[in-house]
């Protein structure tokens, strides 16, 4: 494949490949397309859209990369693959063309950009709903279902853009300028893209670039912006009181939690829906940003009253015989199966058993023992790493190894007693048993039915 000064060279043909080239040709500027893979999924669908594209599938070192007038990045793909040029063309990835899409209209709709190793959907999903309720022309998407360029041809009329983003995005994003840029936490994940945890907390920083006002996690110090200078103004929310008058936290009366923006009570715990008190943070943190944005308080309240959650985050799926079963098959790693553990463990009037296991990523399982040998009655490990997870946890709990997660339920089914809570949290990636933790979640939903009590 020829390339020339003048194209744009577009690397992945997934979901976000295809909405950088729809973005491509709407603007009418010249691309090729490649994919690392010999056969990629999309490559069927890319040449009946577009015929008179060239492809290239395959090494990427046979093409001189050198050449390209850009390189555009699909964010699955490692800006370390082999035949990907050190210096040359500038490389950037959708969310970099998204900004500079948006700079170019007379009115820039109001960005809020959320990053952060968990939780990214759910505060991203609540916020877009107070955005809604206080009767706000939004639209929601990034790594979280719509990819930026689709929602920004199919909403034109969008007051207000929000946006879910990962490390993978940020690290081809050098200069993102949102209004509002939210950090909610960092913990393990991704390091065998990054290089270990340095690389992924330097790529996550990336979101405060050019940013506005910045929301941070009193709790965890990674959150915090290496270069304050590049923020007009920082938020914090946390789960201790706050002391400033611009901070959220969590405040305690009596037998009451309520959350808290500066010394006043905005709602107590008990009317927030989701379980856990990580989700309590979570809540703090979509407030902070519909506050910093100027959205009225009321609707913002009564949002959070009605929100539930997302699948498979946390979510309660069945009582049967007196034990509780959580499915929050979206803890992928360890910090967010810590966050269940303990926000959960704090709630629970039995025991804990726990369900984890998977593809580990190469991470560190030994901060799980120490809560769980606090909150748990024992833990069933099963999937491919399950022998590290193992060995990193069976001096402080009982540990229980399986080959497969409903092998891991059936165990759980015949130990549980009255008032325990049997909790799905992984701490792993779901590919060596499932599609994804989509799919892992729906098995273990599925798997209770069968014990569920028809009406």
């Known amino acids: ?6 194209h744009s060279v577009v ?29 990629p999924a999309g490559l069927a669908e890319f040449q009946r859209l577009y015929p008179d594209v ?17 390189i555009i990045l699909s964010p699955g793909v490692d800006v370390r693959t082999p035949g990907l040029p050190r210096s040359g063309p500038e490389i950037v990835g959708e969310t970099a063309l998204f900004i500079e899409a948006l700079s170019e209209r007379a009115r820039r709709p109001m960005l809020i950009a959320i990053t952060g190793s968990n939780a990214k959907s759910t505060v991203t999903t609540l916020v877009g709903e107070m955005a809604r309720a206080c009767g706000i022309d939004v639209a929601v998407g990034g790594n979280l279902g719509t990819p930026a360029l689709t929602l920004l041809a199919q909403r034109p009329s969008a007051e207000c853009f929000v946006l879910e983003l990962s490390s993978f995005q940020l690290e081809t994003t050098p200069q993102l300028g949102a209004d509002i840029a939210v950090y909610l936490n ?21 979101i405060f670039n050019g940013a ?8 965890d110090p990674a959150t915090t912006p290496c270069d304050p200078t590049g923020v007009t103004r920082t938020l914090s929310f946390g789960s201790d ?3 400033r008058h611009h901070a959220w936290g969590l405040g305690r009366g009596g037998d009451d939690v309520w959350l808290m923006h500066g010394e006043q009570a905005i709602m107590a715990a008990r009317d927030v829906m989701m379980p856990g008190q990580h989700n309590l943070l979570n809540v703090l943190a979509a407030l902070a940003v519909g506050h910093e944005a100027g959205w009225p308080r009321a609707p913002l309240i009564e949002t959070v009253m009605g929100f539930a959650g997302l699948p498979h985050r946390a979510q309660r799926v069945a009582d049967i015989d007196g034990v509780t079963w959580i499915n929050d098959s979206k803890g992928t790693n360890v910090g967010a199966t810590l ?26 399982f030994t901060p799980l023992a120490e809560p769980l040998a606090r909150y748990a009655r024992t833990v069933v490990v099963y999937g491919r790493d399950r022998a590290q997870l193992a060995q990193a946890l069976e001096s402080s709990v009982t540990v229980v190894i399986v080959d497969t997660l409903e092998q891991a339920m059936q165990h759980a089914m015949g130990v549980a007693e009255p008032g325990d809570t049997v909790l799905l ?15 892992r979640g729906e098995v273990f939903c599925a798997w209770l039915k069968q014990w569920q009590p028809h009406s």
């Open 1 to 6: 494949m020829l390339i020339e000064s003048h």
């Open 11 to 39: 690397i992945g043909l997934g979901r976000s490949g295809l909405a950088i080239a729809e973005h491509l040709a709407r603007r009418g500027e010249s691309f090729v397309m490649a994919d690392t893979r010999a056969e």
């Open 54 to 70: 060239a492809v290239h599938c395959g090494d990427l070192s046979v093409l001189d990369l050198k050449r390209a007038g850009r």
């Open 186 to 206: 960092l913990s393990s994940d991704h390091l065998d893209r990054h290089d270990g945890m340095t690389g992924y907390g330097r790529a996550k920083q990336q």
């Open 212 to 219: 506005g006002a910045a929301v941070i996690n009193r709790d």
């Open 241 to 243: 009181l706050p002391v």
């Open 339 to 364: 966050a269940a553990i303990e926000g959960i463990g704090m709630t629970l009037s039995g025991r804990l058993i726990l369900l984890a296991g998977g593809v580990g990523k190469g991470a560190d």
């Open 425 to 439: 949290s992984p701490a792993c990636a779901s590919l060596d048993q499932f599609d994804n933790f989509e799919a």
